[in-house]
């Protein structure tokens, strides 16, 4: 059996197997004087130091020395696996583009899909591995990794084969989630007939991706896959045994929240252009709201409504969206300051957010997400000793050491 204790932490954790909804964010359970077991992989105690169980085989003990330990972060929304880079059109965009336009001239989404088409199984693996080093480094132990540069069966295939090569390394780093967003885009061959796509989506492509992803995902958006095309292939996919997610109301204001509410899906992503039904919808329905402020960020767009949410009762998580196109960012830090500075959550909301919400949104609530007994050793050391320090360090990494499983995965100096 291998033990891990980690012992003299200041533990402050979010509580539960599912979603904190509301008011409920904002409550973390704190333990100073804190100590952990860790017994093959999985927490068997939390607690007080004075009450934890002496070891019964060799352990390893880490001394937290009073640093503030928090759950592993998880990453609900990512397109880590790509090929190609775009700075070119973060260029125009400095100078005034808009992201649809240059989409809507062949660039953006169909440009990464160009260059993954043409990408190795074996590069776009060491590609997506560099990434996800970079996200350990900051305390990410759980990712959602979505297809989406594909667009059409065999390279689709590709990309899933890679997410589930790094969701399977034995030694990984890190859990991953693999997500097939084959409606990411219309992929140029079937530019104009939208509707051809659709049904090779539903004849074709959700047959074979089943069993490579747990979940289906989909852009819905004016003038991508609107609301029609939207909810004919998200009942296909649940009907295909997919979990359901949406990148929603991110341009324009569409329904997409609304939508999600309707087909019953784990979480709506973006929201920017959320309308007040659709915030109510899905509250009721208690769809995670997965917030990315990092994408409003690099898109210069007005951030989504957070505090609306929480209002409303819902629960929200927070999430990098790292991809080559709209936001080529995974920093946690950051994450972590724009939803505090400018998104008005409070650092309790924040540490939920990204934690216990997070695995709610790829349905890991019960594995992952908060340290628990019962729950996976994914545990995060910070560089101070209190969490309240998070967004003071803006877009500063102070994460010290991150547990996943149980193994130490990352030691920053
Ligand atoms: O979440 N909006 C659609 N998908 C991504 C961007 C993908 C890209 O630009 O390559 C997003 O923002
Ligand atoms: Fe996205």
Same mark, same amino acid.
């Given at each position: 059996?291998?033990?891990?204790?980690?012992?003299?932490?200041?533990?402050?954790?979010?509580?539960?197997?599912?979603?904190?909804?509301?008011?409920?964010?904002?409550?973390?359970?704190?333990?100073?004087? /804190?100590?952990?077991?860790?017994?093959?992989? &999985?927490?068997?105690?939390?607690?007080?130091?004075?009450?934890?169980?002496?070891?019964?085989?060799?352990?390893?003990? #880490?001394?937290?020395?009073?640093?503030? &330990?928090?759950?592993?972060?998880?990453?609900?929304?990512?397109? !880590? &696996?790509?090929?190609?880079?775009?700075?070119?059109?973060?260029?125009?965009?400095?100078? @005034?583009?808009?992201?649809?336009?240059?989409?809507?001239?062949?660039?953006?989404?169909?440009?990464?899909?160009?260059? *993954?088409?043409?990408?190795?199984?074996?590069?776009?693996?060491?590609?997506?591995?560099?990434?996800?080093?970079?996200?350990?480094?900051?305390?990410?132990?759980?990712?959602?990794?979505?297809?989406?540069? /594909?667009?059409?069966?065999?390279?689709?295939?590709?990309?899933?084969?890679?997410?589930?090569?790094?969701?399977?390394?034995?030694?990984?780093?890190?859990?991953?989630?693999?997500?097939?967003?084959?409606?990411?885009?219309?992929? %140029?061959? $079937?530019?104009?007939?939208? @509707?051809? $796509?659709?049904?090779?989506?539903?004849?074709?492509?959700?047959? +074979?991706?089943?069993?490579?992803?747990?979940?289906?995902?989909?852009?819905?958006?004016?003038?991508?896959?609107?609301?029609?095309? %939207?909810?004919?292939?998200?009942?296909?996919?649940?009907?295909?045994?997919?979990?359901?997610?949406?990148?929603?109301?991110?341009?324009? *204001?569409?329904?997409?929240?609304?939508?999600?509410?309707?087909?019953?899906?784990?979480?709506?992503?973006?929201?920017?252009?959320? %309308? =007040?039904? /659709?915030?109510?919808?899905?509250?009721?329905?208690?769809?995670?709201?997965?917030?990315?402020?990092?994408?409003?960020?690099?898109?210069?767009?007005? $951030?989504?409504?957070?505090?609306?949410?929480?209002?409303? @009762?819902?629960?929200?998580?927070?999430?990098? =969206?790292?991809?080559?196109?709209?936001?080529?960012?995974?920093?946690?830090?950051? *994450?972590? +300051? !724009?939803?505090?500075?400018?998104?008005?959550?409070?650092?309790?909301?924040? #540490?939920?957010?990204?934690?216990?919400?997070?695995?709610?949104?790829?349905?890991?609530?019960?594995?992952? /997400?908060?340290?628990?007994? @019962?729950?996976?050793?994914?545990?995060?050391?910070?560089?101070? =000793?209190?969490?309240?320090?998070?967004? $003071?360090?803006?877009?500063?990494?102070?994460?010290?050491?991150?547990? %996943?499983?149980?193994?130490?995965?990352?030691?920053?100096?």
């Amino acid at each position: 059996m291998s033990s891990l204790r980690i012992i003299n932490a200041n533990i402050s954790t979010p509580l539960g197997n599912s979603a904190r909804r509301g008011d409920e964010m904002s409550e973390l359970l704190c333990i100073p004087d /804190g100590g952990i077991v860790i017994d093959d992989g &999985v927490i068997t105690f939390v607690g007080k130091m004075d009450d934890m169980p002496f070891p019964d085989c060799d352990a390893n003990v #880490i001394d937290a020395e009073g640093r503030a &330990v928090i759950p592993g972060f998880v990453d609900s929304h990512t397109h !880590l &696996v790509f090929g190609g880079y775009r700075p070119d059109e973060f260029e125009w965009r400095l100078k @005034g583009d808009s992201y649809m336009s240059i989409m809507e001239r062949g660039g953006g989404i169909q440009s990464t899909v160009n260059a *993954t088409r043409a990408e190795s199984f074996e590069a776009l693996v060491e590609k997506a591995r560099w990434f996800v080093d970079r996200m350990s480094e900051m305390g990410v132990t759980t990712v959602e990794a979505k297809s989406g540069y /594909g667009l059409d069966t065999g390279t689709e295939l590709k990309m899933l084969d890679v997410i589930n090569t790094l969701a399977g390394e034995k030694e990984g780093k890190l859990r991953v989630v693999p997500t097939f967003l084959g409606a990411h885009a219309v992929p %140029s061959e $079937y530019k104009g007939r939208t @509707g051809d $796509y659709v049904d090779l989506m539903i004849s074709e492509m959700i047959p +074979a991706a089943k069993g490579k992803a747990r979940f289906f995902d989909i852009f819905t958006e004016k003038n991508v896959f609107e609301i029609e095309d %939207s909810r004919r292939l998200l009942n296909a996919a649940r009907d295909a045994g997919f979990e359901l997610k949406l990148h929603a109301d991110e341009i324009v *204001t569409l329904g997409g929240a609304e939508l999600a509410a309707e087909v019953g899906a784990v979480s709506a992503d973006h929201l920017l252009h959320v %309308s =007040d039904e /659709g915030i109510r919808r899905m509250a009721e329905e208690g769809v995670v709201a997965t917030l990315l402020p990092l994408t409003a960020f690099a898109l210069r767009e007005p $951030y989504a409504p957070a505090r609306r949410f929480i209002k409303a @009762g819902a629960a929200v998580a927070l999430a990098t =969206d790292l991809n080559p196109g709209s936001c080529f960012s995974g920093s946690i830090p950051l *994450t972590i +300051a !724009l939803a505090c500075i400018y998104m008005g959550m409070s650092v309790e909301e924040t #540490i939920t957010a990204l934690t216990l919400n997070g695995a709610a949104a790829v349905g890991l609530a019960e594995e992952t /997400g908060s340290i628990e007994t @019962g729950k996976s050793g994914d545990i995060v050391i910070l560089n101070f =000793d209190t969490y309240r320090s998070l967004p $003071y360090y803006v877009g500063m990494n102070c994460v010290r050491t991150v547990i %996943s499983r149980g193994r130490i995965v990352t030691q920053n100096k």
